[in-house]
């Protein structure tokens, strides 16, 4: 009775600390979103949304699914891309897309990791990367399913540099 009742609580515990890594993660998520959005941010608000970013990643990685993985890896990017620091931009960028491959995932996160590298080509200067990324994001963007989505994401797509 007492090795049943440990189990339990074991159980109980790690049940817990899932919900507690999906919440952080999700948390996260969100913050960076509102830095990304901040006109005026500062020195530490640019940190604070490199570590949120990459906190928001790990908590995924503990509890996610290869899509919330891809979706981390490709803010992870964006947040780079803004801050004008094309290496992790690029790096963050190739890890979505592979990620996507790798799980047969397509849709809007399959036109996003190619938009993700197509941002951090422009940014590193590499204009052939760019347009080669451009159109492959492009091309998946078209057949994103929901309107909405498929909307949302040419708008996006169009602000590449």
């Not at 803010?75 to 996507?100: F, G, T, W």
Request: with cysteine.
């Amino acid at each position: 009775m007492q090795r049943e009742r440990e189990i339990t609580i074991m159980d109980m515990t790690q049940t817990n600390l899932q919900i507690d890594h999906r919440k952080i993660a999700i948390d996260l998520f969100n913050f960076v979103w509102t830095l990304l959005d901040k006109p005026d941010r500062t020195v530490e608000d640019n940190d604070q949304m490199i570590h949120a970013a990459h906190a928001s990643r790990y908590h995924w990685s503990q509890v996610g699914t290869a899509v919330n993985l891809a979706r981390g890896e490709w803010q992870v990017s964006r947040v780079y891309a803004v801050l004008n620091r094309p290496e992790p931009a690029q790096y963050h960028a190739r890890r979505c897309l592979d990620i996507c491959l790798e799980n047969q995932i397509g849709d809007f996160d399959l036109a996003y990791a190619y938009e993700a590298l197509a941002r951090a080509s422009a940014i590193a200067g590499q204009p052939g990367e760019c347009d080669r990324y451009l159109a492959l994001a492009r091309e998946s963007g078209e057949k994103i399913a929901e309107k909405e989505d498929r909307d949302i994401f040419l708008n996006d797509l169009a602000t590449v540099p």
